[in-house]
Nanobody, 119 residues
Framework: QVQLVESGGGLVQPGGSLRLSCAAS????????MNWYRQAPGKQRELVAE???????NYADSVKGRFTISRDNAKNTVYLQMNSLKREDTAVYYC?????????????WGQGTQVTVSS
């Protein structure tokens, strides 16, 4: 059984910062890519940032230069540092990881954490 648990969401003013964390636990053999997605009301879920197990990163154009994804492989944890937040960053943020568990490779999702940017 593998679980992803996110934390760090909340309410922040425009221009502010938040740091999201997502920890993977359970019967994990290895973790490949770890990603952050978000879904705003009435919109499709979109990829925000991704990081490989080697540390290569990729970002959505809308967050480049403002968000930074990182990971601690020893803790099976991925982070998303969000700076210069804008109202349009308001969404539920989901952690996603491609994990080998029980001999199977599959993608797992966290439960989501709400980020609200508002004055």
């Amino acid at each position: 059984q593998v679980q992803l648990v996110e934390s760090g969401g909340g309410l922040v003013q425009p221009g502010g910062s938040l740091r999201l964390s997502c920890a993977a636990s359970g019967s994990i053999f290895s973790i490949n890519a770890m990603n952050w997605y978000r879904q705003a009301p009435g919109k499709q879920r979109e990829l925000v940032a991704e990081i490989t197990n080697g540390g290569s990163t990729n970002y959505a154009d809308s967050v480049k230069g403002r968000f930074t994804i990182s990971r601690d492989n020893a803790k099976n944890t991925v982070y998303l540092q969000m700076n210069s937040l804008k109202r349009e960053d308001t969404a539920v943020y989901y952690c996603n990881a491609v994990i080998v568990s029980g001999g199977l490779l599959r993608a797992y999702w966290g439960q989501g954490t709400q980020v609200t940017v508002s004055s």
